[in-house]
């Protein structure tokens, strides 16, 4: 599936996620932070500028957000995305408002619509995790013109084909139909059990 997808998903059927900045201090702060909207651009959201959320994303113009759905752990769905943030300003309101009409019970007149601004989570990277299938699914996508980054667990040439790890890999995601062996990435836990078990150090994180 493309980013768009994933990011309609965000909107959509998730809608409100736990976003965190960072503090004066260095320190993460979350809030339950509603996306209202999305489209090629990226991820759409508001806050009220009288907020330390405000003050924060002004500061590092960068957030980090997470949604979960599903009625209990394994049949749940998340999808997590990392990236810089733009003030877009209230020109973009009518828009939010209009996409998300009870906003107008919580600021319901123009004049308290002022205190609100709306951002633009526009270039980074997210990561699709479904944990009701079975095995569990995995996707990393960027979008905004962020680079497709490696990340995981990787068998290396030193592997030796001797199955060590089989055993412990709880989503028994690992090929061995080739020497050296191959996880397979949109099935991995990134649990690590099987770079700890490797008699032949063959297994390494990449990031």
């Not at 909107?11 to 996306?35: F, S």
């Not at 309101?93 to 601004?117: D, H």
Request: hydrophobic share 35%; charged share 25%; with cysteine.
């Amino acid at each position: 599936m493309s980013a768009s997808t994933y990011l309609n998903y965000i909107v959509n059927e998730i809608h409100t996620t736990v976003a965190a900045t960072v503090d004066d201090n260095g320190l993460p702060v979350t809030a339950a932070i509603d996306m209202m909207d999305w489209d090629e651009n990226g991820l759409y959201f508001l806050t009220a500028k009288g907020k330390g959320f405000y003050d924060r994303l002004k500061k590092r113009e960068y957030i980090a957000l997470t949604g979960v759905k599903g009625d209990d752990t394994m049949s749940c769905t998340a999808v997590s995305v990392r990236g810089k943030v733009k003030e877009l300003g209230s020109d973009w309101l009518p828009r939010l408002f209009e996409k998300n009409p009870y906003m107008n019970e919580i600021y319901p007149t123009a004049q308290s619509q002022k205190a609100l601004t709306v951002f633009c989570l526009y270039e980074g990277v997210g990561e699709w995790f479904d944990l009701s299938k079975k095995p569990i699914e995995r996707v990393s996508f960027p979008f905004g013109g962020q680079k497709a980054k490696r990340e995981g667990y990787f068998i290396t040439n030193a592997c030796i084909g001797c199955h060590v790890c089989e055993a412990v890999c709880p989503q028994s995601c690992i090929d061995f139909t080739a020497v050296p062996a191959v996880i397979r990435q949109e099935n991995c836990l990134h649990c690590g059990n099987c770079r700890d078990i490797c008699p032949q150090k063959a297994v390494t994180w990449e990031k």
